[in-house]
C-alpha cells in the first residue's frame, strides 16, 4: 500500500518533484512577497531581496513542506491521523494543514518552546504533548505515537515532500530575480537550504546558496565539518527555531546540505539581536531570531562583495514580545551611546 516515494531507503529528489509540489500546494499557502531593502542594498553595494515568508498563514515557510506532505497522504492514512515534533514553527505549519483538511493532528514539543508558539499550536487546534527537554526526547515520543497508534510522523525536514515543498521558494526566486547570485538560507535541518539549493542550482550551479546559522548549537554546520551527523547540547538562543537535531540516520538533508551549500556564517547572539532591532527601526519589520540570521549576515558584511542580486529568506517572524522589547532596548541604549 506504500507509494513507490515512502519505500524505506532514499528517493533522489529532483526539481520535477518542487514543480509538483508547486501545484500541490498552491490553494494552501501564498506566493510571498519579494521586496528590495534599501537600506541592505546601500550596505552592500548590490540590490539585497527580502523573500517575505513570514507573512504566510503561520509567519513562517513552514507551512510548505508541510502542505506538500501531508497531501500526498493516501485517505486511509489522513484518518489515522498525524502527529509531529517542532520548536514550533513546524508544528504550527502541521496543526494549519491539518485544520485545513480535516485531518486530527497531535504535536509533541519540548519544555523549551516558547510559551506564545504553544498557545497559537493550540489555537489552530492541534492536540499538544509537552515532553522532555530537546526537540530528540519530543521526536521519539512522536514516532513511539506512530507505533502504537498508527499516526503519521510528519518529518520537519528530513523527507522528500517537505523539501520539495520547500523548494517552491527557489521557484520563486528564480521567477522574480533573472540576475540572482546569491540566496543567503537560515540553517537547522536543512529542509530549507535542501529545497531551495536544489531549485536554484537546477537553472543555475553558480547560484551561491549560504547557510546560516547560530553560533550556539549549530548542528548542521558541526556535523558538515565532522563528515557526519553529531549531537550537540541545545542551549538556549534568540534563534530558537533553528534549535534541534539532524537525525543520526539522516537520509536526506545532510546528504543534500553538503552538495548544495557554498558557505556557512554563524552568527553571534549579539548579532542577531542587533538585525532584529535594526530590521524593526528600518523596515518596521518584526522578524524572528531565526530569520534575523540572514540579515545579520548581510550586515555582518560576511557574504563576499561580488556581480548580481542577492535574495535573503525572511523564513518566519514568530518571536514573543517580551523578546522584541527586550532587543529594542538593547538597540536603542547602544545607539544613544554611539551618539
Ligand atoms: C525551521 C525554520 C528554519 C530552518 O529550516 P530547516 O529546514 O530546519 O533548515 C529557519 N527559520 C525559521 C523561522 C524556521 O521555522
Redesign the pocket.
Known amino acids: 500500500m506504500v507509494h513507490s516515494k515512502c519505500v524505506k531507503g532514499r528517493k533522489d529528489i529532483s526539481i520535477r518533484d518542487i514543480w509538483e509540489a508547486k501545484k500541490r500546494i498552491s490553494s494552501m499557502i501564498y506566493k510571498t512577497p519579494l521586496i528590495q531593502s534599501a537600506v541592505l542594498s546601500e550596505k552592500m553595494g548590490r540590490r539585497v531581496f527580502l523573500k517575505l ?2 507573512v504566510q498563514e503561520i509567519g ?3 507551512v510548505r ?1 508541510a502542505a506538500n506532505k501531508i497531501l500526498s497522504l493516501s485517505t486511509e492514512a489522513r484518518g489515522r491521523g498525524i502527529a509531529t515534533y ?5 508544528g504550527l505549519a502541521v496543526a494549519y494543514v491539518a485544520k485545513m483538511l480535516g485531518i486530527e493532528a497531535v504535536v509533541c514539543l519540548s519544555n523549551r518552546v516558547p510559551r506564545a508558539k504553544v498557545d497559537s499550536l493550540k489555537r489552530l487546534g492541534a492536540k499538544i504533548e509537552i515532553y522532555g527537554d530537546s526537540q530528540d526526547a519530543a521526536g521519539e515520543r512522536c514516532y513511539e505515537l506512530e507505533r502504537k497508534e498508527g499516526l503519521t510522523v510528519i518529518q ?2 528530513d523527507d522528500p515532500y ?1 523539501i520539495a515543498g ?1 523548494g517552491t521558494i527557489g521557484l520563486e526566486l528564480l521567477e522574480e530575480l533573472p540576475n540572482l547570485t546569491d540566496v543567503i ?11 531551495v539549493g536544489l531549485a536554484v542550482k537546477s537553472n543555475d550551479r553558480g547560484i551561491r546558496v549560504s ?1 546560516v546559522c547560530m553560533e550556539k548549537s549549530a548542528v ?1 554546520y558541526e556535523s558538515l565539518k565532522a563528515g557526519k551527523p553529531v549531537l550537540l547540547e541545545e542551549s538556549e538562543t534568540l ?1 530558537d ?2 534549535l ?1 537535531g539532524i537525525g543520526q540516520d539522516n537520509s536526506y ?1 545532510f546528504r543534500i546540505v553538503q552538495e548544495y551549500m557554498d558557505n556557512a556564517y554563524l552568527i553571534s547572539e549579539e548579532e542577531i539581536a542587533y538585525s532584529m532591532a535594526f530590521m524593526i527601526d528600518k523596515h518596521r519589520m518584526i522578524m ?1 531570531g ?2 534575523a ?1 540572514g540579515v545579520a549576515a548581510v550586515l555582518g558584511g560576511k557574504i563576499p562583495r561580488q556581480e548580481g542580486d542577492v535574495a535573503v ?1 525572511i ?4 518571536v514573543d514580545l517580551s523578546v522584541i522589547h527586550r532587543v529594542i532596548q538593547e538597540y536603542v541604549i547602544c545607539n544613544e551611546d554611539s551618539e
Open positions: 515568508e513570514n513562517a515557510f513552514k513542506g517542532s520548536t514550533g514553527n513546524h520537519p525536514f517537505v520547500q538560507v537560515p540553517l537547522s535541518g536543512g529542509g530549507l537550504l535542501s529545497g547557510g548542521m534563534a527555531s533553528l534541534g538533508t524572528e531565526a530569520a540570521t529568506i523564513s518566519g517572524h514568530n
